[in-house]
């Protein structure tokens, strides 16, 4: 079981610890919402919860949700800049079905 972090979006989350002077990783969740049924939560991690599952790439730490990990495990996040835009982008395996934005995904 596993979340990683390419090697991208593992310096984005270095550069923002550095520049914000606190946090530990990546918080990487789920939420249900959308029409396809889940999208993904991304927040700056600054403690580890009892229910969470640590995982580390490229010196980053990704804190997870036990709960969640059941619907995201073997998910790759990337850090993408696309022109003016910048994102973290999901590859994941489990997804059998997305909205058509985008915004939401189904298992």
């Known amino acids: 079981m596993a979340v990683s972090l390419t090697e991208s ?4 989350v270095r550069n923002y610890l550095s520049e914000r002077g606190e946090g530990i990783g990546l918080r990487v969740g789920i939420k249900k919402t959308g029409c396809s ?3 993904y939560v991304v927040n ?3 403690r580890v919860d009892a229910a969470d599952v640590i995982f580390e790439h490229y010196g980053v730490k990704v804190v997870v949700d036990a ?5 995201i495990d073997g998910t790759e996040v ?3 800049k696309q022109g003016l835009n910048e994102a973290f982008q999901f590859r ?4 059998t079905g997305q909205c058509g934005c985008g915004e ?4």
């Open 9 to 12: 979006a593992a310096e984005r």
């Open 37 to 39: 049924g889940y999208a």
């Open 44 to 46: 700056y991690a600054d």
């Open 67 to 71: 709960k969640a990990l059941e619907l």
């Open 78 to 80: 990337d850090f993408v």
């Open 92 to 95: 994941n395996p489990n997804v």
């Open 104 to 107: 939401s995904f189904s298992v």
